[in-house]
Structures are given as structure tokens and as C-alpha cells.
């Protein structure tokens, strides 16, 4: 190597793709892959990932927080809050004023929720009608098997849950679009009007009763059924909360198997990896809080979403248990924002910056900011933040990346980040890049799904 090529070499940043040279990690990355399909599978809606996280921590060991009892360390105990967010501890051997280190993502998806008054009839058919939850491309939800998720709250104050079109013999639904022989109109319309929020209406039957003095016979038929199996009224359509979510199960991508694609990615994938790390730290020095927010697909509003007071509630009463200071503990404190981003496209390079993108198996992306325009909603950590936590990756042979969502003046996004560095918690983004973000069938690099992992690992048990 000359003088000039070592220079380079010593000088130069050139980020690499993490699997490229080492079968070990690609082999690593798959075994951990499978767990992933497996969660995306079962936990289809933000209720369902909190049952599944329930069921594993039960079986880890872990113990309903009682808020007036003192733990001790070793101690793994968790929550889940409203049936949606899940909050799971491991008591740290340090005192709760030396701070928690904490990974938050979010366990809710775009998708589209059924309106309080879902059910009618037209043309001999019955259907629900839609209001889409996030960023949802609209023209993407058409032809193609739909699943029902959700729970409905009866007149007699019991709950009934729904979950069709997951399992072998279930029907799925639909939403149907015009065929191209009659299509000349609607290939007029701009993309983001191809398919308007008011086509989004899910096809669910076709049958009638018989009976001639019945007005409504189809919605009749189809309101039988559902009586038949769930026990509900119409009237109980706007006492639920269903979710029209993508039927198909995740499914390995590329020849070489190397990818997941599926529903959920943003943020199930660093929600599984947060998750799977939280219950594998043992003994750690800081307590560790792994949290799976609610609501941050349309701005983490509402009393699951990280606007609310919950997690910050369930840390101050951690600290109560030991007499600790809040505020010493939260200044203390240290958060990554688990959260997806864009990995850069090459079908779609002008969307992305090359030099600041974030690219699928370069590892785990690390992001200063986020935000849109000028950094607006950005928490935009500090360089020795950035600085202490690539350190630990680099310590710990972590494949990381760094970068932004794509061209500045495109568009952009938010995470929670800013509601962490609201209580005075010093606050990181991360995650895994995503392809097709918030699309029905998303795809991530199962190395950079593993690097998160072994980043929240190596965060929770050895501190920063
Ligand atoms: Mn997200
Ligand atoms: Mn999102």
C-alpha cells in the first residue's frame, strides 16, 4: 500500500455494507430474521403487538409493575398501558438518579380504520367504508387481500375481538379499482388522486336474505353473520376500533433471502429488536426501558401516544420506589428513538440525496435530526451524543450508518424524539432504513433489523 493509499484509508469515512465481507453476520442476521416474521405475523395491529409482548415478557420472567412497590435490582417488570403501549424494565444495579437508558419505538402502522358508521350496501354488495391512520398512499391499497383486525365493545359492556383473514380457510377482503379497459378517466387524475380517501371502501359480501319487505337486504345478511359469530349490532360499529390491515404474512425478499418484506416495518422492526434486546439484558448497571409507543403515525397525540404523560409517569414512579430525584435522573438519562427511515432507492435515486442517504445493509442508520425543511420538528441531537453513542457502536464492531430521509425540500418526517427531550432526556434517532416506507408490503435488510438489535443490546448492558 503506498504512502497516500494507508493515508486514505486512515482518513477517509467510506461506509460499507455490513454482510459484503462476513458469512457470520449474514448468518446471524437470518437466524434473528426469523423471529421478526414471526412477530410481524402475529402482532397485525398495536392491541396484537401489545398481547404478543405481554405473553413473551410473562414467559422472560418479567412482572406487572405495581406502582407502590420497590424493586430491586435484577427486577424486570412492565406495563401495558391502555391495551396499546407496552412499557417493560429491568432494574439497573445503579441508583435510579444515575438515569435510564431507554429505547422508544412505535408499535402503531399506517392502515385504514373502519369509520364509526362503516356498513352499506350498493349494487347487491355490502361494505365497510374507511378512514386511512398516517401516511398512506392511497392508490396502494387497492386489489388486494385485506385482513380485519380489531375489538368491539358490546352493549353489555363485554368485549369481543376480531382477527379475519390471517388464518388457512379465512376469507380476506378487498378494495376494488377499475379495470384499464375503462380506466382512460381516472389515468387523468394526478397520483396522489388516483384513488381518493372516499374509494376506500372494503368489499365484504354479496349475499341477501330473502325476504322481500326487508330495504337493505345484503347489509342484513352480512349484520347476521357478524351478530352470529361476534355478537354485534350495527350500533356497535362506533363503539370499536378495527383496523383494515394487509393479509398476506412477512416473507423473506431476493433469491439470496438477504430481505423481510411485509406489513409493519415502520416501527415493528426496531420494536421487535428493542423488545428482543430488553429481554435479553441481565443484570444491568442503569435501569433499562424499552418502550412500544402508540399513535406516532399521526403525531403521537392521544393517551397512548408519547405526547402523553404515561412513560414519563412510569419512570417517576420507578424513582419514587427508591426515594430517587427525577430531575437528577432524567438530566441522567439516556434515550434512543428507535424509528425507520427511507433507504435510498435506486428506482427512485432523485428522491435521495446519494451522499446523505441511508442505504438497506449498511447497518443500523443513525440520524443528528430528523424533521422536514429547515429541521422543523427535528430534536437534533448534540455531536457528543452522536459522538457517545457511535463510540459504543464502534466498540462493539456495530454496523452503523448515518444520514438523512432524502432530497431537503421534498417532504421529511418526525419522530418522538422531541417529546423524550421535552422532560430534559438527552434523546438519539435510530434505525432500520426501510424501502417502500409505509406501503402495504414494506421491505428492510435483515442486517441492519440485526445491527439495531445488537445496538440496543450492547446499550442496555453496558450503559453510555
Ligand atoms: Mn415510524
Ligand atoms: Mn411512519
Redesign the pocket.
Known sequence: MSELESKAKELLYEPAYAGDKDAAVRQAAAEFGEGYKNFLNEGKTEREVAEYSARVLEEAGYRKFDDRKAYAAGDKIYLIHEGKAVLCATIGSRPMEDGFRLVIAHSD??RLDLRPNPLYEAGHFSYLKTHYY??VRKYQWVTMPLAIHGVFYRADGTTVAVRVGEDAGDPVFCITDLLPHLGQEQNERPLKDGIKGEELNVLIGSEAVDDEKIKEKVKLNTMLLLNEKYGITEKDFVRAEIEVVPAFKAQDVGFDRSMVGGYGH??RVDGYAGLRAEIETKNPAYTTVCVLADK??IGSEGVTGMNSAYTFDFLRQLCAGQKADVIRAFHNSFCLSA??TAAYDPTWASAFEPKNGTYAGRGVAIFKYTGSRGKSGASDASAEQVGRLTCMMDKADIAWQVGEMGRIDLGG?GTVAKYVAQQGIPVVDIGVPVIS??SPFEVIHKIDLYMAYRTFCTFFSEGL
Open positions: 402502522c399506517p398516517g401516511g415502520d416501527d406516532e403515525e424509528d425507520v418526517g416506507m409505509h
